[in-house]
């Protein structure tokens, strides 16, 4: 059965820090599943087709820019994060749809509004507005 | 400061800054609950319901204290 609750896929190496944004995300209602390392945010992204990916950039297996395409590949609205400002130039290069600077939640927020934006306005028979 | 000790010091608030954010729409949940009671509880007293039977036998103080904010 769909609920309709948007599934958010948490890439994060960091199991405590992991745990905590599934929370907070399931509080805003969303639907959340989680990877440890790239090789499974791979795995899990064509497998569950998630709507929006949350990316922590700094991923013990392989590096975060370059997981970005291969995320993007499987359709999702890809936010990424890190605690380096300098990466948000590369994330977006990479084609990352927003970059958010730790430890900054109100910019998360506000990339999780943009991707329910970018999700409607790509829903399918939705008039183009003159 | 430099870049990486800027990062490091981002990294270690990350968590802070979720668990805060939590513990806000915690606040804000119980708020819109205690906000729904008080207005029951007018509107209960408008139409001349005892104030006591109006808020189900409760003290409508802690309803007050949660709206105040603590």
Redesign the interface.
Known sequence: MTTGRRLVLVIDDDAEGRIALRELLAMWDYETDEAHDGTRAIEMSLEKRPDIVVLDLGLPDRSGVELIGRLKAAGGFVIAYSGWHNLEARARAAGADAFVLKPNIQDLRRALAQADVVRIERAPGRRKSQ | MT?AE??????R??????????LR??ARREQAVARWHMRRAQRLVARGVPAKRATGGRSIVPLATTLRGR
């Open positions: 870049d800027l990062a490091h010091r981002r990294d608030f990350w968590l802070v800054a979720i668990r805060g954010a939590r729409e915690l």
